[in-house]
């Protein structure tokens, strides 16, 4: 008998299923319990079978450190430039495993290049440096970084970030990307999902010449490191002690520039934080200025404090219009030990408390139609009012200019921005003044010689940055002159021409004793407050790595 009749004939043999002993487990009830009872030996096998290791792993098992960082140690980005060819496979790569938006980058490929004896034509590739005391983290109102205690990986907290891009403005290496579609902002975290798990980032794993790998560095190099910049032509080291290791063969001269130095274009506009700005301001020189003629000349009507509450809260409420998550606003303020946004909203908080305290002491006795002689008795909770308001407005004004001091953007210093900030409270200070003094008929002739004055002071030292023009270098001062003498010329001309229009009125106000001349003057001037703070936001050039050629 063949094999194939015994088979049939063992088959017909069969007893009925009916009769047949049902199985007692299923296929998969099997197979599980069977994997219970594996040992250790087998279980090993099995994880580090063929089946388990990642295709690239053969290519990417010498580009990734063996053991964690000790302590002292972290996590860091070696880029060998000899070998970067500008393929730009790295960035393909993090964008695709990373599921990024389409215009979304973490990672980029820029370029250096000098004449000289020889030629320098350099790639460079860079992502998140995962710095030692990194600026996005202390910048952040919302506490929405954290800094790994462990392997030093710089992550990104999507779920706590509230979109308010103070991150991207503190970082001196353009890292932090924001996403409108998303309202938050996200960053190269080094794929530390796959680091986990003993497997190399995307962009280590994609770069055909191996010119990216990670490795472990101490702490302590990382701080030495400091007194230089990664590369020519990137921001100073001192600031944010960047991690990255840039290596190569051949040492690049000190005329080495960024392809991109000379493609500039503006900046955000961030109109939001425009608006809160100038009205902040603006409110706080109208406290300046009742304090000021309820001392010389008069007291004020009660609707003066009101209005100037109410101008203070108006401005106070443009900001969470900038928020990518405004709903999640409240976050705002735990940062408070090392970011200057978030004390910005908490002197502003006392700000308006103490504005509001001003209103209601000068509103109250009217409304509740008290005697003369019972006001009286309040004029020195007014008083106290006024001078905490004042007080608190200074405090909330300086914080303002300390969020974009701190960024240490050259457009943004200390002797540019605060000149601009407590100049646009004295502007406003010395117009409402002017008009005041217009209208009530008492020393108007001195009250506008003093805004002519503050207003010429502060459109001169506007102007005299244009001095930066005449450099033979081009730094950022520079860029930032061109900037507003080139795509914002329009908007530059505009600004001045208010102010030299307000002067005129000013200057008409006073020879014909004109309230409506007083008050077109100080519109006018506050108009061209707000054209110099778009200027401020959008000819302030960013620092960066080195970019590519448009």
Request: net charge neutral.
């Amino acid at each position: 008998m063949t094999e194939s009749s015994s088979a049939v004939a063992a088959v017909l043999d069969a007893p009925p299923a009916a009769t047949q002993t049902p199985l007692k487990f299923t296929l998969l009830e099997t197979l599980l319990k069977e994997q219970q009872t594996l040992s250790a030996v087998d279980k090993f096998a099995r994880f580090h079978g063929d089946s388990h290791e990642p295709h690239q792993a053969r290519y990417y098992r010498e580009l990734i450190p063996a053991t964690q960082p000790q302590p002292g140690q972290q996590y860091a980005f070696e880029v060998d430039l000899d070998a970067c060819s500008g393929c730009k496979a790295c960035v393909t790569a993090c964008h695709s495993l990373n599921g990024l938006d389409e215009t979304e980058t973490w990672r980029s490929v820029g370029l250096l290049v000098g004449s000289g004896e020889k030629p320098v034509f350099q790639m460079v590739t860079s992502a998140c440096h995962h710095c030692l005391h990194p600026a996005c983290m202390d910048g952040c109102p919302a506490m929405a970084y954290d800094k790994d205690p462990v392997t030093g990986i710089v992550k990104h907290l999507d779920d706590q970030c509230i979109g308010c891009q103070y991150c991207v403005l503190k970082c001196p290496y353009d890292v932090p990307k924001y996403s409108k579609s998303r309202g938050i902002v996200r960053k190269c975290d080094m794929c530390s999902s796959r680091l986990a798990v003993s497997e190399a980032p995307a962009c280590v794993q994609a770069c055909p010449n191996t010119a990216i790998r990670i490795t472990v560095v101490d702490t302590s190099d990382i701080a030495l490191r400091a007194d230089s910049a990664l590369l020519p032509d990137c921001p100073a080291s001192d600031y944010t002690h960047p991690s990255t290791l840039y290596k190569s063969k051949l040492r690049l001269p000190e005329a080495v520039y960024a392809a991109d130095a000379t493609q500039l274009k503006p900046e955000d506009s961030h109109l939001p934080l425009v608006a809160t700005l100038v009205l902040t301001q603006a409110s706080l020189g109208l406290v300046l200025a009742g304090i000021v003629y309820s001392a010389t000349v008069a007291q004020l009507p009660p609707w003066f404090a009101a209005a100037v509450a109410a101008l203070a809260i108006v401005g106070i409420n443009c900001a969470p219009l900038h928020l990518g998550r405004p709903l999640y606003g409240f976050r705002a303020v735990l940062g408070f030990r090392t970011s200057w946004l978030s004390r910005e909203i908490l002197a502003f908080g006392a700000y308006a408390g103490a504005l509001t305290a001003y209103a209601a002491a000068a509103i109250v006795p009217t409304v509740l139609e008290i005697p003369d002689d019972y006001v009286a008795w309040l004029r020195p909770a007014q008083n106290a009012a006024a001078a905490l308001s004042l007080l608190t407005g200074l405090g909330a004004v300086f914080c303002s200019a300390m969020i974009y001091i701190d960024t240490r953007r050259p457009f943004w210093s200390a002797w540019l921005t605060l000149p601009r900030f407590f100049g646009s409270v004295l502007v406003a200070s010395a117009a409402a003044l002017f008009a005041m003094a217009v209208t009530y008929g008492r020393a108007s002739v001195i009250a506008g010689i003093c805004f002519i004055a503050v207003l010429v002071a502060k459109l001169t030292i506007e102007a005299g940055f244009f001095t930066h023009l005449q450099s033979t270098t081009l730094t950022h001062h520079k860029k930032s002159a061109l900037l507003m003498s080139g795509p914002l010329r329009a908007v530059t001309i505009v600004r001045f021409g208010f102010g030299a229009v307000a002067i005129a009125a000013a200057a008409a106000a006073i020879i014909a004793n004109s309230p409506h001349a007083a008050l077109l003057a100080g519109m006018l001037a506050i108009l061209g407050e707000f054209l110099e703070r778009y200027l401020f936001f959008t000819a302030a050039v960013r620092l960066k790595m080195p970019g590519a050629l448009a």
